[in-house]
């Protein structure tokens, strides 16, 4: 690897140097994170000693210490996880107290005496952490990690109401948040994966105290906070539509804030008490010129305003957004239990639950539900299974509806809830399940229902659909622009001529302006030049689903034609003209 290369150099060239046992600090990071807990410590203890020689009671063997410390709390060691952390913590004291790396081992000494089974001792770490993340960097990652783990500590300790106001602060650190996540697709993933649970546990325990209707606010926050995540992952906003000043004024200022927020968590206001003011004032300033920047791009674009900063509905407001004759099925999917929120079909219906089965069931369930489908075996038992799990708690609303809208989490984002055609009921007859439909999130369904409704203007649909697939393969090598996701394959792409008949079908019942995208034409080009007017966008083709990472999948189009002339926007059965598309559109 690159650090096992630069610990080869710096061996040879400094082999007592502090440059070398940051070298071995990396390599003990990496050992650590891949599980190899005894190459890691053997790589800590070598740094450790490099660094005592060097600098000894200075702030890096204290980080070494402080590493050493959680490892062998992980591996179980409580006994020289004690030694370890206690001593980081006296030299992090004396060079720097009240700091944010004092906050650090705080929390880690709170984990050991949780490990120890003494909640009173984790408690007492937990609160001076969170005291000191409060008063260093309120609004930070770390400040909402330390109100989160102090909040689940009362939960445990059946301290309920206090956990409660501590788990909303969690939440409300994290959304104050401006700064963009950097690092790798799997740092990015570990940051979403974690921070989906301290909305869930908030919503959990609001729903056990009887406090639905908050619960299902969090719901739809964790949602808005989800989808802008998720667009930033490769700025997905529709920056197009903004003033080109304001969109370079929002990233600057983000960029701003992190680097203020880093430097205030370096110092300590005690130490540099006039350092320590300027920068809060530093970062207050930057946050209301944020206001003032969002407030300039929200009236230049709307739309990306509502992506990028979307105002999540609550309980009155969703209600009021879902048809009379519609259920809505929220689920939300925790490790060991799943929330599910029903709405309607009565007006200002509204109930929540807790299911018994948690993430690692439904992904098992989920996936085995598909590959019998795509392998044509018998899916019944699956479906049935399913069904009774996520459906039937909510039959009774079901058989009042005439339409449900699912709002799907984790892994029921790959569930074909179409497939679905009854909801069994113990002791009574099935309950025939309505048409499904689905959405992010009641706030992103409001939006949608607004765009179809709205303004009065002409419709205008583009379709879609019966591609003309070629059984080879793009090779990542050419100088398409070739998808990323692995076993994107066009050699398992059958033709799909009941899609035509589909949308010739609904050509024929819709009054406004509609064009056809058949065969050929069905093409990555043409839905990327789609006209400016258009209202509706319906595609119908085949798809390649990336669960690790959402924003690699693709939708299939046409095989490009090489050699054969561009069409004019909207022909109907032409060839797709020489491009560097591949015919697999991605979000890019």
Known sequence: ?????????????????????????????????????ESAKASYLKALAIQEKATPDGLEPALTLANLGQLHLDMGDLEAADGYLNRSLKVRQTLSPGGLQVAGSLHSLGRLAVARQN???????????????????????????????????LVARDHKPEAVALLQEAVDALE??????????????SFAASRHDYYFDLMSLLTELGQKEQAFGVFERSRARSLRQLLAQRDLVFTADIPEELDRERRSLALRYDDTMDTLGEIKEAAEPEKFAALQKQLKDIRARLDAVRAGIAQASPRFAALAWPQ??????????????????????????TL??????????????????????????????????????????????????LLTPAAAELHASQHVLILPDGPLHFLPWSAFRSVPVAGAEAVVLPPVHSAPSMTVYRD???DKTGGGAARRIEAFGDPAYQTVSVNPASGASASRSVGM????????????????????????????HLGAAASE???????????????????????????DSALAFSTPARSASRPAHGAADGQDGASSENGFLQVW
Do not use: C, Y
């Open 525 to 551: 080009s043409q839905v990327k030049t789609l006209p400016p007017e258009t209202n509706v966008v319906h595609i119908a083709v085949h798809g390649f689903v990336d669960a690790d990472h959402p924003l």
């Open 312 to 337: 999540a509905l609550d309980l009155p407001g969703a209600l009021a957004v879902l048809p009379k004759d519609t259920a809505a099925l929220a689920f939300a999917v925790g490790e060991a239990n």
């Open 119 to 153: 909640p009173a001792a984790a408690e007492i770490h937990f609160k001076e952490s969170l005291a000191l993340w409060r008063a260093n960097a309120p609004g930070s990652d770390g400040h909402a990690m330390a109100a989160h783990t102090l909040g689940m500590l």
């Open 1 to 37: 690897s690159m650090f096992e290369k630069s610990f080869a150099i710096d061996f040879r060239l400094a082999p007592d140097s502090l440059t070398l046992s940051e070298t071995l600090s990396n390599l003990a990071d990496m050992a650590a994170m891949t599980g190899d807990r």
């Open 448 to 450: 949608s229902v607004a």
């Open 176 to 189: 104050n948040q401006v700064e963009r996540l950097g690092g790798s697709q799997e740092i990015r993933d």
């Open 340 to 389: 599910l929120f029903v709405l309607g079909p009565d007006v200002g219906a509204f109930r929540a639950l807790s299911l018994p089965v948690g993430r690692t069931a439904l992904s098992r369930d989920v996936s085995r539900l598909r590959s019998a489908l795509m392998e044509r075996l018998a899916a019944g038992p699956f479906l049935d299974s399913l069904a009774e799990i």
């Open 489 to 516: 394959d066009r050699s398992v792409l059958t033709p799909l001529p009941g899609t035509r008949r589909e949308l010739k079908g609904i050509s024929a019942l819709f009054t406004g302006s509609i064009q056809l």
